[in-house]
Structure formats: C-alpha cells, structure tokens
C-alpha cells in the first residue's frame, strides 16, 4: 500500500493568500500532481504579488539613487528575503495586505511632498 501525505490548507487565510489558495480545498495530496502543482502555482503568485507590492513599498518610501550594480543587489536581497518572509508568513499574516496600504501611505505622502516642491518652485 502506498503511503499519502497530504498538507492541510488553513481555512482562515487572509484575503489575498486566500484569493490565490481558494481553489485547493483543504487539504492538498502532495502525492497527487495536479495538487502539488495548484499548491506551488498558488505560492507563487501570492509570492510575486507580494515581491511586486515591497518593490512598490521601497520606491515611494525608501530607495535611493544608487548605482546600477548597487541597485542590483538591493533587489536581490529583496527578492531573497521576500521569498522567506512568504515562506514563512505568507500564510498566517496578512503580508499583501499591510504592503497595499503601506503603498497607499507612502503614494499619497509623495504626492503630497511633489505638491509643496511645486508650490515653493512657483
């Protein structure tokens, strides 16, 4: 007889990762390759969302002008550590959802401070 393992789904996702996990069901058979494929496709995009939303994040609020190579390796090690921080909370905590309104702050503060560059400018 062979041995299943399987990996339950939590029902009480946040709604993003619950947006990308909706189709799975509760639990996942990893022996069954149609549902190990739906888990690691369902992973992914939460993990790209959640790597586009920190890149919108560190521009409006954080990024410099720096060199390309310098440049380079900030990404990287954004892309690194957003792969672990989804690895490892991307489920439990509502990561897409603080990174939105993060996003949402930090546009309206920089349009905000374009405003009063403008002004003074005029």
């Known amino acids: ?3 299943t393992s399987t990996l339950r789904v939590p029902e009480d996702l946040w709604p993003v990762a ?3 996990f909706r189709d ?5 058979n990893l022996n069954n390759t149609a549902e190990a494929s739906a888990l690691f496709q369902s992973f992914f995009w ?15 609020g954080f990024a410099k002008k720096l060199p390309l190579l310098k440049n380079v390796v900030v990404y990287a090690v954004l892309v690194i550590g957003t792969f672990l921080l989804t ?11 603080s990174l939105v309104a993060s996003s949402i702050v930090l546009g309206l503060y920089r ?12």
């Open 1 to 3: 007889m062979e041995a």
């Open 18 to 20: 619950d947006f990308f």
């Open 24 to 28: 799975l069901g509760p639990e996942v």
């Open 46 to 60: 939460l993990y790209i969302t959640i790597v586009v939303l920190t890149i919108i994040t560190f521009k409006l």
């Open 87 to 97: 690895l490892m909370l991307g489920l439990n905590l509502p990561l897409a959802e």
């Open 111 to 122: 349009l905000r401070l374009s405003r009063e560059r403008k002004e003074r400018q005029a």
